[in-house]
């Protein structure tokens, strides 16, 4: 049977997050600089985001630059930057034609001038797309997200006063980046890592994780089936026991 069968329609993941990792080795392992991993990374969006809007996933959110990314040497920095609007500017039209609408989370402001203009254009041209949300998380780190949600709920309450007892779950989620958008149900890392590298530390409290040995420039929608089909094996129990469940 081919593989996207053997996929249940039924219970599809809503929100894929994927850490893209493992573009340097990659690139290393045929004898060339980083760089050419990380636009290799790039065929490797396309198709993953071309199938996921095909299966019907509706929300697929790729950290594709961490805050701590700006550690790197500046050649390489200033590369993924380069990168970043050259594949804003070459994936516009096929995101538009597949009814794809971006979205980012993160420290935006902090990217440079030219990148936040991109994204913010094609923010905007695709608002109205009702297909694959595309969540891009660039100088993302969900450390900065939470300390920034602290902040801007200490910031809110000198301007009205908040009861402390309305503070809860969903209260402090409304301040988070992610707000709107639902926790992911499967978060995929490549390259063999077994560590989360300061993404959605909030959000994937309940969140099914998979790892996979594959680098990210030869990841693939089957790749991205095979992670769905191993998800859907799993019992998701929230706390409960198998027999609560329907
Ligand atoms: C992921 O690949 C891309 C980014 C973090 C921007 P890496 O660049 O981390 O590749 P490895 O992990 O060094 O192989
Ligand atoms: C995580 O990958 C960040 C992104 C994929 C953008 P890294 O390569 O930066 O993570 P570490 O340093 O190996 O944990
Ligand atoms: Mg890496």
């Not at 894929?16 to 290799?40: E, L, P, T, Y």
């Not at 608002?127 to 969540?135: E, H, I, W």
């Not at 994937?204 to 998979?210: K, P, Q």
């Amino acid at each position: 049977m081919d593989l996207k069968e053997k996929i249940d329609k039924n219970n599809l993941p809503a929100h894929v997050a994927i850490i893209m990792d493992g573009n340097g080795r990659w690139a290393k392992k045929k004898g060339n600089q980083r760089i050419f991993g990380h636009k290799n990374g790039v065929k490797a969006v396309r198709d993953t985001v071309e199938g996921a809007g095909e299966l019907g996933v509706q929300y697929l959110t790729l950290y594709a630059f961490s805050t701590e990314n700006w550690n790197r040497p500046k050649k390489e920095v200033d590369a993924l930057m380069t990168l970043l609007i050259t594949t804003i500017n070459s994936e516009t039209d096929t995101l538009l034609k597949n009814n794809v609408r971006l979205l980012t989370i993160g420290d935006t402001e902090g990217l440079p001038k030219n990148v936040k203009e991109k994204l913010n254009a094609v923010i905007e041209k695709t608002a109205n797309n009702t297909g694959l949300k595309l969540v891009l998380a660039l100088n993302y780190s969900a450390r900065w997200e939470i300390v920034n949600a602290v902040k801007n709920i200490l910031t809110d309450s000198k301007k009205t006063d908040i009861n402390i007892e309305k503070i809860n779950n969903e209260y402090f989620e409304g301040y988070l980046n992610t707000k709107d958008i639902p926790d992911p149900d499967l978060l995929i890392r490549t390259s063999g890592e077994f560590r989360i590298s300061n993404f959605l530390i909030w959000q994937i409290a309940y969140t099914e994780l998979y790892f996979t040995d594959v680098l990210w420039p030869d990841f693939r929608r089957e790749d991205l089936y095979n992670a769905i089909i191993n998800y859907q094996q799993r019992e998701r129990r929230f706390g409960k026991i198998s027999e609560q469940l329907i």
